[in-house]
Each structure stands twice: as C-alpha cells, then as structure tokens.
C-alpha cells in the first residue's frame, strides 16, 4: 500500500482525529497556563508597606500606589490611637505579596463611643466609681456635701451640670461625684424655693445650699417635662445643714401654682 493509499484509508482518518485532538488539548493547556500566569501576575511580587497610623482614604492611596488594594475588615476603638487611621494590617509591613492582592486592615472608629450612665445616687463611693470605670468613664474630683446619709453619692456631674440616669457620655469623659458626709455641727440652713422648678433645676438649687435630695413624688411616668408643684420641708424654714428635701412633681403646670396660692394664703 502506497502512502497515497494509506493516507486515505480509514485508520489514517482516525489517527489524524486523535493527532488533531492532541493538538488541541495542548494548546488549550499552553492558552491556560499563560492566562492563569497573567490573570494571577505569576513571578510579578511586592513588598507591602506599613500603612498602619494612616487615615484610611490616605493608606487607600498609598496602597494602590504599590499595586495593592485594601480592605477594611473590623473596626476598634483606642483612645491611644487617632480616630480614623487603620491600627493593624494583614499582610503585614515588610512582606511579600503579589501584586494585586488586598491588604486587610483594622481600623480606629471615626467617633468616640458612648455608654449609658446607670442611676448612681444612693450607693456607695467605691462602688460608684468602679462602675464608672467599668464603662470608661474616670471620676476627675470628689465633692463632699454634707448629709444624713455618709458615703453615699448624691449626684454625678458633667460642667457643673447633673447627669440624669441613662445619659449618653463618651468614652473617656470625667465626671465629679457629690458625694455625702456627717455635718458635724449643728449649723442651719435656710430651704430655698423650689415650686415650678423641673426636676434638674430642683436638684441643682438643692446642692447648692447643702442640702440633699431626698424622695422625688412624680405623678406619672411620662415623657413630658414636670415640674415641683410641692416640697418638704417648704421653702423658708431653717433645716439642719445635709438635711433632705422631698420632691413632688406634676405635668399640671397649673397644679404648683394653685398650690403655691394655697401655701401664700396660709401665711
């Protein structure tokens, strides 16, 4: 059989097919592998800086600058640390990585966290402040007011103003607490007038002339300011120095005043 022949034939027919076939299978396999080398920058490495201490947007930058993108995968909070600038980065500085690649970072918080303030009156000092504590917040001064109830806080404070239960303070914030003490002698003190006062300027009247703030009567729990409409002991009267004072408070504006009318006619 002459090649002519052979050529023609039907075995030569299916060897061609299966030359064919190679052909193709390694030149799919060739395509690949050059394909996969660029797609995954094959040999192609870089060294990944420190971007930890940057503001994100300015590690962005300097990232994609080297050939790497970045990704913020947490968020903390470091009072050590400036807000907003990325604190840990996964590779980390001074490795090698190929090009391409994200560098995954933690970052500070952009704002300070806050954390509710509990209802500290009437306990202890000490476990006053480790409450505090607990929640980030650092008692800056004690004032010692005094009062019929030793060691006991009577109020907290922020700028000379009352913190109410449940406020919101940031992290980190001081506070003072007002804390009561024996009065050891027998001076007095002249109780001021507190009708038509909200809650808030009856509390800090109080303080102010040594006295402390004893019950408070509120008709209901409601949203809606209220205000003194009754107190005892009424104001006027000379009360022993860290005595109580009782509060009663109504949304009926009318109420303190219709009470107080009642009170002038007494006298």
């Given at each position: ?71 913020v995968v947490d968020s903390t909070y470091n ?103 024996n009065a050891e002698s027998e001076e007095t ?79």
């Amino acid at each position: 059989m002459d090649f002519r022949t052979f050529w023609n034939s039907n075995f030569a027919f299916v060897l061609k097919m299966l030359l064919l076939a190679v052909v193709v299978v390694v030149g799919i396999v060739i395509a690949a592998n050059y394909w996969l080398r660029d797609y995954t920058h094959h040999g192609e490495e870089v060294v990944v800086p420190d971007v930890t201490g940057m503001y994100v947007e300015e590690a962005r930058v300097h990232l994609s600058s080297c050939e790497l993108g970045m990704q913020v995968v947490d968020s903390t909070y470091n009072s050590a640390v400036p807000l907003g600038t990325i604190i840990e980065q996964n590779p980390p500085a001074m490795a090698s990585t190929k090009a391409g690649r994200a560098v995954y970072v933690v970052m500070n918080s952009r704002m300070v966290p806050t954390v509710s303030i509990p209802d500290l009156h009437d306990i202890s000092y000490r476990q006053a402040e480790a409450t505090l504590r607990s929640l980030g917040i650092e008692v800056s001064e004690v004032i010692y007011q005094p009062s019929e109830y030793n060691g006991l806080v009577l109020d907290v404070t922020l700028d000379d103003e009352p913190i109410q239960p449940q406020q919101k303070l940031p992290i980190g914030s001081t506070v003072v607490l007002v804390v009561g003490q024996n009065a050891e002698s027998e001076e007095t003190v002249y109780v001021p007038q507190l009708h038509g006062m909200t809650l808030e300027d009856a509390r800090r009247t109080i303080l102010k002339n040594s006295l402390v703030v004893g019950a408070i009567n509120q008709e209901a729990q409601t949203d809606k300011e209220q205000y003194v409409y009754h107190q005892q002991p009424e104001a006027g009267k000379w009360v022993q120095l860290g005595s109580s004072v009782t509060l009663y408070l109504s949304t009926d504006t009318n109420k303190h005043i219709e009470q107080q009318n009642t009170e002038e006619d007494f006298f």
